[in-house]
């Protein structure tokens, strides 16, 4: 039977300018996935809250909380915002539970971990077959990042993508949607490619030719 997701309520916290934060990397971000921080924000503000992610795009820290009594909370600290994130207290097993819960889209739980792994790894690999530079990034390696632009979270359905650049994330939302309609997957009748031009730091990609 499918779970349902947690109703929690959302509220964005966008304040302040750049700061260091932003040049952290993801591997820096992620040591702080699954702990109790306390977020320091310009103009002083503070924030408590379990580290749910960090957008690898905006460096957004997404915390969750979860009041007594009350329905549990996502607050997004937008990067350029952030001065300081001190770690208050590591998570136990039932935390990082209650954690990847929230996190996990309610289509997913309809998976078993088998079979989320089991998407992740045919969807990665028609990827690299078809010249497209991919990545795992996350605790358990469950997120892939496409060239470091965009990424996408279990169950890697269309849905699931997410990136700053509009043009890059409905190219790809196309292509995984085709990918998710060949009976059996397969690699694309003409591969496709990521280009890194000469001139220009951003990534793009040509559309694919019937």
């Given at each position: 039977?499918?779970?349902?997701?947690?109703n929690f309520t959302s509220?964005?916290?966008d304040v302040g300018n750049m700061n260091d934060w932003q040049r952290k990397s993801p591997l820096d971000w992620e040591t702080y996935v699954n702990k109790l921080v306390k977020v320091v924000a310009v103009e002083k503000h503070e924030y408590e809250g379990w580290v749910l992610t960090v957008d690898p795009i905006s460096?957004?820290?997404?915390?969750a909380t979860f009041p007594k009594n009350e329905k549990g909370s996502l607050s997004f600290i937008m990067g350029h915002a952030i001065?300081?994130?001190?770690?208050?207290?590591?998570?136990?097993?039932?935390?990082?539970?209650r954690l990847a819960h929230i996190s996990a889209p309610e289509e997913s739980q309809a998976y078993s971990l088998e079979e989320l792994e089991k998407r992740k790894k045919a969807l990665k690999t028609w990827l690299e077959t078809n010249h497209v530079p991919v990545g795992e990034q996350?605790?358990?390696?469950?997120?892939?990042?496409?060239?470091?632009?965009?990424?996408?979270?279990?169950?890697?359905?269309?849905e699931q993508c997410s990136s700053a650049n509009e043009i890059i994330l409905s190219r790809m939302q196309g292509l995984l949607q085709g990918y998710l309609d060949q009976q059996p997957p397969g690699p694309a009748e003409e591969a496709f490619f990521?280009?890194?031009?000469?001139h220009n730091s951003s990534m793009c990609m040509p559309d694919m030719r019937g």
């Open positions: 039977m499918r779970r349902k997701a947690l509220k964005v916290l460096a957004t820290i997404v915390l001065q300081e994130v001190e770690i208050l207290q590591e998570g136990d097993s039932d935390m990082k539970q996350g605790e358990q390696g469950r997120t892939l990042s496409v060239a470091g632009v965009l990424t996408i979270e279990p169950p890697y359905s269309p990521w280009e890194m031009p000469t």
